[in-house]
């Protein structure tokens, strides 16, 4: 079984919707939760990370983690067609431990 | 602020050949990382360095990769000989590492190895 679960897609989605991405994971050691984004032909950007439990909010992305599930969210509010990418999301145990991937998530807004 | 830099962008070679990447992390970034990222997949990672060190390099490959940090900035990744199975994107990233704190992960472009 792999540390880190994620839906692959692909996600399709028109301009404006609302986005739900999820992962689950089976280490309960995991304290740091983050999404990333990756472009076609360019190296994965942090969108935002949660340190244990509850939710975060930046802009039109909130971020929820429910560790008594083993289970992180993504949401995006009004999707953009710039927000067409791969969001992977990542979890680490702690301060300077390695990071463990899903698969990624590929979304199309369409305008 | 320059980001991290990785040359070359894109290699193609024949199998058995050997190949080398290369790292630039942010200035000042003591921790360097790197991933290898196939098709459909999310990053894993080789290796790491504090500085100069190898603090984890259990999934890196040792009988054909092999990886140095000279000074603590720069470094290399070295696959010899290549098979057709390392075709993949391989990441660099750097964090400054604190321990009371979160360390982002800055990542650079990648290198596309294709091995035919």
């Known amino acids: 079984q792999k540390e880190v679960e994620q839906d692959p897609g692909p996600l399709s989605v028109p301009e404006g919707a609302i986005v739900s991405l999820n992962c689950t994971y089976s280490?309960?050691?995991?304290?740091?939760f983050m999404w990333y984004r990756q472009y076609s032909r360019k190296g994965p950007e942090l969108l935002m990370y949660?340190?244990?439990?509850g939710n975060k909010e930046d802009g039109r992305f909130t971020a929820q983690v429910d560790k008594s599930s083993k289970y992180i969210s993504l949401f995006i509010r009004d999707s953009q067609p710039s927000d067409s990418a791969t969001y992977l999301c990542?979890?680490?145990?702690?301060?300077?431990?390695?990071?463990?991937f899903g698969t990624g998530t590929s979304l199309t807004v369409i305008p | 602020e320059a980001g991290v830099v990785q040359s070359p962008r894109y290699k193609i070679i024949e199998k058995k050949q050997p190949v080398a990447f290369w790292c630039n992390p942010i200035?000042?970034?003591?921790?360097l990382y790197w991933y290898r990222q196939n098709l459909g997949q999310g990053p894993e990672l080789l290796i790491r360095?504090?500085?100069?060190?190898?603090?984890?390099d259990s999934q890196l490959p040792k009988d054909r990769f092999s990886a140095e940090r000279l000074k603590g900035v720069d470094s290399t990744l070295k696959i010899q000989p290549a098979e057709l199975g390392d075709s993949a994107v391989y990441l660099c990233?750097?964090?400054?590492?604190?321990?009371?704190?979160?360390?982002?992960?800055?990542f650079g472009p990648g290198t596309r190895l294709t091995v035919l």
């Open positions: 990233a750097s964090s400054l590492l604190r321990r009371s704190s979160y360390n982002e992960q800055f």
């Open positions: 280490n309960s050691a995991f304290q740091y």
């Open positions: 949660t340190y244990s439990s």
């Open positions: 990542a979890m680490s145990a702690g301060t300077g431990n390695q990071f463990y």
């Open positions: 200035s000042g970034h003591n921790t």
């Open positions: 360095y504090e500085n100069e060190e190898a603090v984890d």
